[in-house]
């Protein structure tokens, strides 16, 4: 086993997220941790190739496992407001000096040397000597020089406190031979992680280290890992950003789990739609409407990508229209997703996805692609934000994302395994059930069994199974989720019969891996199920 | 035995990763006094109790424990190098220091002596200054009897290319640019200037915190009251205030009253009066039940410095200033600000200890008197390609505020003195 260890020898790592400023990231992401000891192989300008050989091996390895604490073992300090002293603050005498010296020196004929000269001794004497008519800025300016009155601007120091100091990165490789010893000096070279402020030690160890974190598709956490070709990628990226301007560390995401004894078999029963190959976009601006307005956005969703696409032809698994009408196959679901079961959920969409089936065709998979891409460079802003409107919606502004920090676009809170489900959003029935509000003596209660019929159909449908007992509700049984009269008829759409939406709590006899879509409006957000713990 | 000056050259070639020093303090009224930990802006409408400060939870003996940060890095290194000033002033140790005097004005006299310009502000080093030698003030200020603005001359020119590959320069003007860290980022080279990571790292945290209340109110012995008269500035420069509306400056032909906004013509304006009681519980101080000092030099961050020549004595040189440097603060002891006075713990002051590649630890003995020798000791061992030139206490150079500088800051202060300044308030 190749293993490396890490020891905080202050106690403490500082490094900030990569995507949120006011968080410190935990745990150490093996991409950072590689971007270190490419530093420290630059330490000298004579590059020593074993070294370098020594990474481009490192960096064909994989991702690496961790033993790391976890999160429930690691405090954090609050990030406040620290005010730093700049030093830009300057009255320019000596960068106008500099200018006018290589004026001097680019002077050609005499008498343009003559006049050079002259603009030098100029500009030498003005800056040093009394203004006569200072104006306020300047004044200003000396004011702001001197130590108590320095300007300030504002940084944070987001910063992370392990209960056990050391963590290590550990790879399972037999023979490191060829590159022990590179990969030893260079470990030496790596002196802090992060911040500058988190000094490190950091050494190759010998025997095994048990791993307490390790590459997972179904895992939780996100780590950024390194590929091959991430010591050219970087190298590169070097001679554009010089170690000074701000820059984003390439790396690809990789989901992490915790270690267990024994690998927990994957549940036999699937959705027919992928646990993970979903399209991501979060909110970043504009409207913020509720789950209610879920259809609309999915309807938008959609809207957008087929005008991109233009007039010709969509196979079925995107469009879900065959020849004659609706196709029978699974096809791409436009998944608005809210911010339901937490304490303080709201409701509230934080973005949505395009859930694509699990046997969806490579090049209809490719076509898709394309197409996110097309409306990404021809509809987005500068900045990529993409806007969402239409009809009664308000725009909505999103981004694709590859990775959120956002709970609720997390597509394994949808996916994870779990016995029991409950409807995040209603599930629109296929067929009328009955007056479920009837206050006649069995009307209400007739409806409730045929609605729980087809809502076990719609579990056949989708997962292949059907659950063992199913609850339902018109009042929403999820914190943050909404009662079904707050939702908008669907299909909304003239000449058709808007469907009766319930929610639901759906217990199955073994876990079933998600994400649940059920229902007549699945493909458009609602049937939205979450997964929770068992009863 | 006392670490001499070529064991920690030993130290510093071998194996050793990092040199740390521990100790465990507590408030100078006892444990469970309550101590002021630096504070931070919070938002107005945040009334949590204890919002201004910077807690956080530490996992001690396998349990969540609220601490406070009482001592930040960056503040603990102003107060390290701040002990190395005084050290040098007291001519201990020679150490490069460039300095630029602001006391008085550069060129005009009054009586036979130089005017004064800002006293208060005095004399700023590379050491004090906020961004050492790199800093803005010395920037824009001269090399003493003369012309030249300090980073067109010979010394400030001499560090604009160093780097990590090569910091023979630097080390000869300011070596404590490469114990604390620096970024030339204004210089000629912008962004692209000398970069130096830090190898000293310090933090004192504070342990099982709980906030408390303060209360703040003041009595007026002349009882004067809120609204007893309208005040106004007066006219005479020498006094502030006048009640006599005559007497006062005026603007438009109107009386400007004193102070300003709400407090306009108001005693409390010009501090007489009562001020109502009140009980903050923002910024209420907190109570701990004791505080741990932590500082770390890295010797592998000193390893990475190249140098054209005497890399080892230098690097031995820069461990040696670190050491000295958190010795020199300990032994001035930890009075932090304001009701905020930590002293050792009975047998639990600082206790160094080296930390090897593996591991392992082994402890070192050091105190002030022993790292003043060390550090003399390893700087006469420095070859001459990267000697120090100046004497114990002698200033590398000195600066003064160019006679443009020098005229401006003296506008603002008066601008300050009439109340005018921003700045205040």
Request: proline share 7%; aromatic share 4%; with cysteine.
């Amino acid at each position: 086993m190749l293993a490396i260890e890490v020891e905080l020898l202050t106690g403490r790592y500082a490094a900030t997220a990569h995507n949120d400023r006011g968080r410190a990231e935990w745990p150490p992401h093996p991409a950072r941790f590689f971007s270190a000891l490419v530093a420290a192989l630059h330490d000298h300008d004579d590059v020593d190739q074993a070294e370098r050989d020594a990474l481009l091996w490192l960096e064909q390895q994989g991702a690496p496992a961790l033993r790391v604490d976890p999160e429930s073992k690691v405090g954090r300090r609050q990030v406040q407001d620290v005010y730093v002293p700049v030093n830009d603050v300057t009255l320019g005498g000596d960068e106008a000096i500099r200018k006018a010296e290589e004026k001097l020196i680019d002077a050609k004929t005499p008498a343009a040397k003559k006049k050079a000269q002259a603009a030098l001794e100029k500009v030498q004497r003005e800056a040093v000597a009394v203004d006569m008519r200072t104006s306020d800025k300047a004044v200003t300016t000396a004011s702001a020089l001197l130590p108590e009155r320095r300007t300030r601007q504002v940084r944070t120091f987001p910063v992370v406190l392990p209960e056990t100091p050391t963590f290590a990165f550990l790879w399972p490789i037999t023979d490191l031979s060829p590159h022990r010893a590179a990969l030893e000096r260079l470990c030496e070279r790596v002196t802090r992680m992060g911040h500058s402020s988190s000094l490190v030690r950091c050494t190759l160890v010998d025997g095994d280290l048990t791993p307490t974190l390790v590459p997972n598709d179904e895992g939780e956490v996100v780590l950024r890992v390194v590929g091959p070709g991430q010591l050219d990628r970087l190298e590169r990226a070097f001679e554009h950003h010089l170690g000074v301007q701000n820059r984003v560390l390439p790396a690809r995401p990789q989901r992490y789990g915790l270690a267990s004894k024994k690998a927990t078999p994957l549940p036999p029963v699937e959705s027919v739609f992928s646990s993970t190959d979903w399209i991501l976009f979060e909110r970043v601006s504009g409207s913020r409407p509720l789950a209610s307005r879920t259809t609309d956005l999915a309807r938008a969703l959609r809207e957008a990508l087929i005008e991109v696409h233009g007039n010709q032809y969509l196979p079925a698994t995107l469009s879900g229209h065959a020849e004659n009408g609706p196709t029978e196959q699974p096809h791409v679901a436009f998944v608005p997703l809210p911010f339901v079961g937490h304490e303080h959920a709201d409701g509230a969409l934080m973005g949505c996805a395009l859930v694509l089936p699990r046997e969806l065709p490579g090049p209809d998979r490719e076509l898709l692609l394309r197409l996110v891409a097309k409306w990404e460079q021809e509809r987005g802003s500068h900045r990529g934000d993409l806007t969402l409107a239409g009809g009664t919606l308000p725009p909505f502004h999103i981004r694709r994302v590859d990775v959120s920090t956002k709970a609720a676009l997390a597509p394994m809170r949808w996916s994870r395994s779990s016995a029991r489900f409950i409807t995040a959003t209603p599930i629109a029935l296929d067929k009328n059930p009955g007056n479920l509000r009837s206050n006649q003596d069995g009307t209400a209660r007739k409806a409730t069994l045929e609605a729980q019929q087809s809502i076990s159909d719609a579990c056949q449908h989708v997962v292949g199974v059907r659950p063992v007992s199913v609850e339902v509700s018109l009042a929403p049984l999820l914190p943050g989720a909404q009662h079904v009269r707050d939702f908008l008829p669907w299909p909304g759409r003239p000449g058709r019969t808007p469907r009766v939406r319930i929610h639901a709590d759906i217990q199955f006899a073994e876990p079933v891996r998600g994400p649940l879509l059920l229902g007549a409006g699945r493909y458009f957000g609602l049937g939205l199920c979450l997964p929770v713990e068992d009863r | 035995m006392s670490l001499n000056a070529n064991q920690l050259k030993e130290l510093v070639v071998g194996d050793v990763v990092a040199i740390r020093g521990t100790a465990t303090l507590e408030p100078a009224g006892g444990p469970g006094d309550k101590i002021f930990p630096p504070t931070h802006a919070v938002d107005d409408k945040n009334k949590k109790p204890g919002a201004k400060y910077a807690f956080e939870t530490r996992r001690i003996g396998g349990k969540d424990v609220t601490c406070v940060l009482v001592d930040s890095v960056q503040s603990q290194a102003n107060r390290m190098e701040e002990a190395l000033q005084a050290l040098w002033d007291e001519k201990k140790i020679a150490l490069p220091v460039v300095t630029v005097d602001f006391s008085k004005h550069p060129t005009e006299v009054e009586n036979g002596a130089k005017k004064d310009l800002a006293p208060e502000v005095g004399r700023v080093t590379s050491l004090t200054a906020p961004h050492r030698i790199a800093d803005a003030l010395l920037r824009d200020s001269l090399l003493k009897d003369s012309d030249q603005l300090f980073r067109l001359s010979a010394i400030g020119k001499s560090f604009t290319d160093a780097s990590t590959k090569n910091a023979t320069a630097l080390f000869k003007v300011c070596p404590t640019a490469l114990v604390f860290g620096l970024w030339d980022s204004t210089g000629p080279k912008g962004g692209l200037g000398a970069k130096f990571q830090r190898a000293l790292v310090s933090e004192i945290v504070g342990v099982n915190a709980a906030s408390g209340s303060r209360t703040a109110s003041r009595i007026d012995p002349l009882n004067i009251g809120k609204d007893a008269a309208v005040l106004y500035k007066a006219a005479d420069g020498d006094e502030i205030w006048t009640a006599n509306a005559d007497e006062a400056e005026k603007k438009d032909g109107e009386p400007i009253k004193v102070g300003s906004e709400k407090k306009a013509g108001k005693p409390s304006a010009v501090l007489h009066g009562n001020i109502a009681p009140s009980i903050d519980a923002v910024g209420g101080g907190v109570t701990i039940d004791e505080a741990k000092h932590t500082v770390v030099l890295s010797l592998a961050a000193l390893r990475r410095l190249g140098f054209a020549e005497g890399a080892t004595e230098a690097r031995t040189v820069l461990a040696a200033l670190g050491l000295l440097a958190v010795l020199a603060s300990e032994s001035r002891g930890h009075d932090l600000r304001s009701r905020c006075l930590l002293v050792p713990k009975k047998g639990c002051a600082l206790k160094l200890e080296a930390v090897m590649r593996d591991g392992e630890t082994t402890p070192l003995e050091l105190d002030l008197a022993a790292a003043i020798k060390l550090y003399n000791d390893a700087v006469a061992a420095l070859p001459p390609g990267v000697k120090f030139e100046k004497a114990k206490g002698e200033a590398l150079a000195e600066l003064t505020p160019s006679p443009k500088l020098a005229d401006l800051v003296r506008k603002s202060r008066a601008l300050a003195a009439a109340g005018a300044d921003d700045g205040d308030e």
